[in-house]
């Protein structure tokens, strides 16, 4: 694999973890929460995510990275 997907995979890893290591109660009751969002909701918000992610995929690989 390229050195950049392990780059961007641990900025992944370290995103998502910083929530529950430094503050596990809010957390916790954020994905409580979230596990009460009806599934269309979801799926949206996924959808978005997923979308926004090949955005910047694109104009990176089209760019050259920088």
Do not use: C, K
């Not at 900025?11 to 916790?28: A, D, H, N, Q, S």
Request: hydrophobic share 60%.
């Amino acid at each position: 694999m390229n050195a950049t997907i392990w780059l961007a995979l641990a900025l992944v890893l370290i995103l998502e973890g910083i929530g529950p290591m430094l503050l596990p109660r809010i957390w916790r009751r954020m994905i409580l929460t979230m596990a009460q969002v009806p599934d269309r909701l979801l799926r949206r918000f996924g959808g978005g995510l997923v979308v926004a992610g090949v955005v910047i995929w694109y104009m990176v690989s089209v760019h050259g990275g920088g």
